[in-house]
């Protein structure tokens, strides 16, 4: 089992940046691939991007290709996201999630708390 937790959000400027982190606990965490999910106000929740347990693979919505770099690093059980020139429309909650790599919520049963991400215009 693992326990994870998210920081990093907060208010932006259109066209800036954060970077997102999700700590977890426990030694298991490179057994499980790692997920960046959002949930807007009103819509579903969606898979930002995704990395393997090596983090040799990654996948990323169309939305936010070119903009957003998932990454992990297992020495300090750690994934982070980091986005860039951010856009109105990246107003959410973040969620990170461990499980399978899979673009599918129901494949990732360990969730942190959420952490808001506004983006004023």
């Known amino acids: 089992q693992v326990q994870l937790v998210e920081s990093g959000g907060g208010l932006v400027q259109a066209g800036g940046s954060l970077r997102l982190s999700c700590a977890a606990s426990?030694?298991?965490?490179?057994?499980?691939?790692l997920g960046w999910f959002r949930q807007a106000p009103g819509k579903e929740r969606e898979l930002v991007g995704a990395i393997t347990r090596n983090g040799g693979t990654t996948y990323y919505a169309d939305s936010v290709k070119g903009r957003f770099t998932i990454s992990r690093d297992n020495a300090k059980n750690t994934v982070y996201l980091q986005m860039t020139s951010l856009k109105p429309e990246d107003t959410a909650v973040y969620y990170c999630?461990?499980?399978?790599?899979?673009?599918?919520?129901?494949?990732?049963?360990?969730w942190g708390q959420g952490t808001q991400v506004t983006v004023s215009s």
């Open positions: 999630a461990a499980g399978r790599y899979s673009t599918l919520s129901r494949d990732y049963p360990y």
């Open positions: 426990g030694r298991t965490f490179g057994n499980y691939a």
